[in-house]
């Protein structure tokens, strides 16, 4: 296949790297949170591409791992009170403990993801959701129930994750999005390099196996319960995290965010972008995060787009409905969604530039 | 005891409403090997359509528009969008299934907005008593629709052409297709069926108790999916019985929430998904699905 030499693609990383970390300086808050979440959102589509993308095993539950993540966060990071109960642990310890939480749901769940094939788990997953929004009203004094609950800020001990105190770096006050955009940034750098080398290795190749043929995977060897229990678990903890971050951003979890609408618009994330690549599940994860903000941002000046209410289509409804729509034109006319559309035309390109010399 | 047999009763009624819409799901699982995961937007195009015409055309005729509408909605994705897909990969055309849901709900639910809508059934909130035992007339009638209308599909898909058609494409669609069978009717009628099927659904879980029918009622219809997958996803057999069983597992956790308090409030909405997990654990292909045997 078609690789730009080695120099070009490290300088075009260093360069999209070095102007995601000026956003900060420029964006206002807006946009930083439009941002964040498009950050969390990839990470969690990443870990989804691994499960459906990658090893063709449809999960309707993610959503429920993220809520695990944030949740799990929250209950290890608050002090126990009157109304709620909490570990108290320093949030950094926290935030990994939440994370692995998640992977241990997963591998929890494993068993039964493991026997069940195609429709089967994505429908048993779908009970997954159904099951965590109970818990999650239900146990009160961990939760919070439908009230949500509070998130602690993390905190690093050289720097907190909070608006105050306050830091000013080249006269830009840095609050505490601006702060964890930088650090997001890096955990999305990790995340993605890490699935990158999963897919590409060893692992990476009997997981395409298992999704294009299971027998024949298990004919040459791969181990394949282990590795669909083990992409399970990974899955998860990729939702963990992403949940994490969303409880960092949004400050106050609600249960009412991590329900179905969620889990379909990850999976909407990973077909638009493209199955089974991180790429692919960056790009989607940006485009459906970012559809309903840009739309709700302009809203005046597009037409058929109204304000809540009004009768027309609110941003919302225009942006379900753009996604919806775009989901199916990607499986009918772009296989291998957005990111494929992209390498198709750099093959074309190179392939016409050959012919020249 | 009375409460006992009441809320069976009102179970059974529930569950062969959940029976008509697992029907419809298996019939194009059947068919076309796609599981359709827009089924629940056809149930409510169906709903919505009865109860637009309802006041200016009667009930039955416009529970019948509701129908015919449900039904060429639901052809119209197979013809327009299915079987233009550039793939035979049946988990990717599920996922299309799922584009198609997004659309088809926003629309409706931005139409059905913060509404209640009242489908105009006859039966309005009598019950009827007897022998001590009341269960609302709404019930009852569920209940002989859906067993009329089961009846008449299962005697369909036994006796008649089509019926042999579709059971011929359902065991070996290349064979059929070669005995002279169009396998594109074959699925086209699938999905209408199906959809007509939802329609009816539509009116019986909107009809008292229940409110009407509003922007939630999509989320009931999912119920469906674990009716269909728990008794097995290729058999018309295990999605009545699935169906039964999910409406019965809801009833009684209803019924019984003050004695089951312990395990939180809201038990029926998540009592029919905790029983299919454990069903799936016990028979990974539901109770009637086919096993598929392979050995390495």
Redesign the interface.
């Known amino acids: 296949m078609f690789e730009s030499p080695r120099w070009v693609r490290i300088s075009a990383l260093v360069a999209g790297v070095a102007l995601m970390l000026l956003v900060p300086f420029y964006a206002d808050t807006f946009w930083m949170q439009a941002g964040l979440f498009a950050i969390a959102a990839a990470i969690g589509a990443i870990g989804l591409n691994l499960l459906t993308g990658a090893t063709g095993q449809l999960s309707l539950g993610h959503a429920f791992f993220l809520a695990v993540g944030a949740y799990g966060y929250v209950y290890f990071a608050s002090e126990s009170d009157n109304h709620f109960v909490g570990l108290g642990l320093p949030t950094p310890v926290a935030a990994i403990l939440a994370v692995l939480l998640a992977g241990l749901v997963g591998g929890i769940f494993s068993p039964i993801a493991g026997r069940l094939k195609g429709t089967y788990l994505g429908i048993a997953t779908l009970a997954l959701i159904f099951i965590g929004q109970h818990i999650l009203s239900n146990a009160e004094s961990v939760t919070g129930s439908h009230n949500g609950r509070q998130v602690p800020p993390l905190d690093l001990g050289f720097l907190v994750f909070d608006d105050s105190p306050e830091l000013v770096v080249a006269n830009v006050p840095l609050g505490a999005f601006e702060r964890l955009w930088f650090l997001a940034l890096i955990l999305l750098v990790i995340s993605a390099w890490v699935a990158r080398g999963v897919l590409r290795g060893r692992p990476g190749r009997a997981l395409n196996t298992i999704r294009d043929h299971e027998i024949a995977a298990g004919v040459m060897g791969v181990p394949v319960a282990r590795y669909r229990a083990a992409v399970f678990v990974l899955s998860s903890m990729y939702a963990g995290l992403a949940g994490v971050i969303l409880a960092l951003v949004f400050r106050q979890t609600v249960p009412d965010y991590f329900g179905i609408i969620l889990a379909l618009d990850y999976l909407a994330m990973i077909v638009i972008g493209g199955l089974g690549t991180v790429a692919g599940a960056m790009i989607g994860a940006v485009f459906i995060t970012l559809l309903p903000q840009v739309l709700t941002r302009y809203s005046d000046g597009l037409p058929l787009v109204a304000a809540p209410g009004s009768g027309g289509f609110s941003p919302a409804e225009a942006a379900r409905i753009i996604y919806g729509a775009a989901v199916v034109a990607v499986v009918l006319f772009l296989p291998g969604g957005l990111f494929g559309m992209w390498t198709r035309i750099r093959l074309a390109v190179a392939a016409r530039r050959h012919r020249a010399v | 005891m009375t409460k006992f047999i009441e809320l069976v009763v009102n179970g059974l009624s529930v569950g062969s409403v959940y029976a008509l819409i697992a029907l419809g799901f298996v019939i194009i699982f059947k068919a076309t090997e796609v ?1 359709n995961f827009a089924h629940a937007s056809l149930l409510l195009v169906g709903g919505y359509i009865t109860a637009v015409f309802h006041d200016d055309i009667g009930f039955l005729p416009a529970l019948a528009a509701g129908m015919l509408t449900a039904a060429v909605v639901g052809m119209l994705v197979e013809f327009l ?1 299915l079987r ?4 035979s990969d ?7 299934t ?6 088809l709900t ?2 409706l639910v ?1 139409r059905i907005g913060t509404d209640v809508l009242d489908l105009g059934d006859p039966w309005g909130s009598q019950s009827v008593t007897f022998a001590g035992i009341t269960i609302p007339q709404t019930r009852i009638a569920a209940l002989l629709v859906a067993t009329v209308l089961i009846t008449a599909f299962l005697l369909a898909f036994r006796y008649t052409t089509w019926g042999v058609a579709m059971r011929a494409a359902a065991e070996d669609s290349e064979t059929a297709s070669l005995m002279g069978i169009k396998l594109s009717r074959v699925s086209l009628g699938a999905w209408a069926v199906a959809g007509a099927l939802a329609a009816v659904a539509a009116l019986f879980l909107t009809v008292f108790p229940t409110p009407g029918l509003d922007r939630n009622t999509s ?1 009931v219809a ?1 119920k469906a ?2 009716a ?2 728990l008794g097995g ?1 290729d058999s018309t057999t295990g999605a009545l019985v699935g169906g039964l069983i999910v409406g019965l597992t809801e009833s009684l956790a209803t019924g019984y929430q003050d004695q089951l308090h312990f395990l ?4 029926s ?2 009592a029919p ?2 029983v ?2 454990l069903i ?2 016990a028979r ?3 109770l009637f699905g086919t096993r ?1 045997l ?1 050995r ?1």
């Open positions: 599981v969008v233009r897909g550039r793939t049946h988990g990717v055309l599920a996922i299309v799922i584009g198609v849901d997004i659309l926003t629309e931005r989320l999912l999916f674990p269909a997958i996803l939180g409030h809201g038990l909405g998540v998904y905790v299919m997990v799936l654990l990974p292909a539901g598929e392979t390495v």
